[in-house]
């Protein structure tokens, strides 16, 4: 069993950064793979990064590839999320998402959710 919660949202204009963290309970924090979502309004989920169990491998979607960075402390049990140059369709509510494969995109795979953060990026 595994507890996500998330932390760092909030107001920012475009162009700035924000770093969001995602602290997991539990021992076992190392035999997961680790993803982040966003939804904005009126749309579904969508993948956005994913990390593997030990921080070796990352895959980004196309939109934020050179602005967002994943990262792991497994010894913290947190998960990272630093993205800069933001801009206003990087604005949704957040989530971190955990799953014993590095399933990558495959939001069925992520069997362990954290509530949300929200990230708004003002024009």
């Known amino acids: 069993q595994v507890q996500l919660v998330e932390s760092g949202g909030g107001l920012v204009q475009a162009g700035g950064s924000l770093r969001l963290s995602c602290a997991a309970s539990?021992?076992?924090?190392?035999?997961?793979?680790l993803g982040w979502f966003r939804q904005a309004p009126g749309k579904e989920r969508e993948f956005v990064v994913a990390?593997?169990?030990?921080?070796?491998?990352?895959y980004y979607i196309d939109s934020v590839k050179g602005r967002f960075t994943i990262s792991r402390d497994n010894a913290k049990n947190t998960v990272y999320l630093q993205m800069n140059s933001l801009k206003p369709e990087d604005t949704a509510v957040y989530y971190c998402?955990?799953?014993?494969?590095?399933?990558?995109?495959?939001?069925?795979?992520?069997?362990?959710w954290g509530q949300g953060t929200q990230v708004t990026v003002s024009s």
């Open positions: 539990g021992r076992t924090f190392s035999s997961y793979a």
């Open positions: 990390i593997s169990r030990s921080g070796g491998s990352t």
């Open positions: 998402a955990a799953s014993p494969d590095y399933s990558i995109r495959r939001e069925a795979a992520y069997g362990y």
